[in-house]
């Protein structure tokens, strides 16, 4: 499988471990250990909710299907059962049955990205037939993943692989490791907060 991640999920990922890990020395170091409950509890919550939210997210595009590892949750659609991919809000997956899963790993490019796109196709840069919106351009996060996905699924339509089958479209099961490290951080939050 090739996985897909973007350079900013990791920027901001291990940006709030460090202030995580910053924040827990600092107040370590001004009230002791005895004390340092709320630091290392906040702390930790940051570390862990940037680590779940930024470094864990990711796109896998296999040879038969596409998995979206979305902080909580793992969507997986087969090639056979995929229509369309969509750049709007983050890369999103449609589904033959008109369901839709979206990318917490691959998300469009922001306001002034989407001018800078309509510029550049207004002074003819850019395909604007072949680069509908900004975030099907190379070099954003869901131009990059969609173009990571659109060549895994070419690969499966050239190699035979027929469409169609039963059950819905899109298969949603729980991501235990995000779904704990999520809880883990409220947990942390908490303790650091109130106690």
Do not use: C
């Not at 995929?82 to 750049?87: A, C, F, K, N, V």
């Not at 060549?151 to 190699?159: L, N, S, V």
């Not at 027929?162 to 951080?185: F, K, N, Y």
Request: aromatic share 10%.
């Amino acid at each position: 499988m090739e996985i897909y991640r973007a350079r900013s999920s990791a920027l901001w990922g291990w940006v709030a471990i460090a202030i995580g890990a910053v924040v827990a020395v600092v107040h370590v170091s001004s009230v002791g250990f005895a004390y340092a409950h709320g630091g290392l509890g906040l702390g930790a919550a940051l570390a862990l909710f940037g680590w779940a939210a930024f470094l864990r997210p990711h796109v896998a595009a296999g040879e038969d299907r596409v998995e979206f590892h979305n902080v909580t949750q793992v969507a997986t659609v087969p090639f056979a059962r995929l229509s369309d991919l969509g750049t709007r809000w983050s890369l999103e997956a449609v589904g033959d049955d008109g369901r839709t899963v979206g990318a917490f790993a691959a998300p469009a490019p922001g306001a002034s990205a989407s001018r800078r796109h309509e510029r550049a196709a207004e002074g003819g840069s850019i395909d604007k037939a072949e680069y509908a919106r900004a975030g099907d351009v190379p070099g954003t996060p869901s131009g990059d993943a969609a173009a990571l996905v659109h060549e895994a699924w070419d690969a499966w339509r050239a190699a035979g692989g027929a469409t169609g089958g039963e059950g819905p479209s899109i298969v949603r099961t729980l991501d235990w490791v995000g779904a704990t490290a999520v809880a883990a951080g409220t947990i942390l939050a908490i303790w650091g907060l109130f106690f």
